[in-house]
Structure formats: structure tokens, C-alpha cells
Nanobody
């Protein structure tokens, strides 16, 4: 069992920055791949980025702007999403996810590819 707790969301003006954090519990064996997703009102949940717990390889969805960076601190069991130059269209609920399979072994940007989910943290960007 893996529990995920996101934090760091909030309300910012366009051009601002936020760093989201996801603290994970449970064995790293059950969370070899960690990912960030977002879901805007009325839209599907979309993958943003993923990172391999072992080795730190990163993967970004094609639709993700270069303004986002995923990273991790395994000593703290924490995955981060650094978001720079935020835009109103980045407004969404942001979710952390974990999967026992390694990132390279499947479609790591698909919602169906992750077994464990956090409750989400809201990001609101105003113009």
C-alpha cells in the first residue's frame, strides 16, 4: 500500500512560480514510477511528467510545456513538480501518482497506468 500526500498548491498571478510536493509512504518497490497529473474543470486528467524512483530518469508528456520540471528526493520520499512562468491555462487540480511498474515498461502518462493516487492540490493562476 502506498499513500501519497500533495502540497504546495495555491493561487498565484500569471508569471509566478509554484513547487508542488508529494510525500509518499510505503515501500519503494510499490512506487517504482512516480507521476504528476492535472485535471482542469470539465477536462480529462492529463499526464504531465513521471520519474523513476530508482535512477531518477524523467519523462515528460509531449503536451507539457518546458516550464515544468519533475524531481525527487528519495531520502525524504518526496517528488516535486517545479512550475515556472505559470499561465491561467495551468489552473487545475494537480495529482501525484505511484505505480509498482518501472516507468519505462508502460505508458506512464496515462491515468490508467498508475495504481495509487493522492487527493490532489489546487493550483489557480490569475491573469
Amino acid at each position: 500500500q502506498v499513500d501519497l500526500v500533495e502540497s504546495g498548491g495555491g493561487s498565484v498571478q500569471a508569471g509566478g512560480t509554484l513547487r508542488l510536493s508529494c510525500v509518499a509512504s510505503g515501500s519503494t518497490y510499490d512506487r517504482k514510477c512516480m507521476g504528476w497529473f492535472r485535471q482542469a474543470p470539465g477536462k480529462e486528467r492529463e499526464g504531465i511528467a513521471a520519474i523513476s524512483t530508482y535512477g531518477g530518469s524523467t519523462y515528460y508528456a509531449d503536451s507539457v510545456p518546458g516550464r515544468f520540471t519533475i524531481s525527487q528526493d528519495n531520502a525524504k520520499n518526496t517528488v516535486y513538480l517545479q512550475m515556472n512562468s505559470l499561465k491561467p491555462e495551468d489552473t487545475a487540480m494537480y495529482y501525484c501518482a505511484a505505480e509498482p511498474r518501472p516507468c519505462y515498461a508502460y505508458n506512464r502518462h496515462a491515468k490508467s497506468g498508475f495504481r495509487y493516487w493522492g487527493q490532489g492540490t489546487q493550483v489557480t493562476v490569475s491573469s
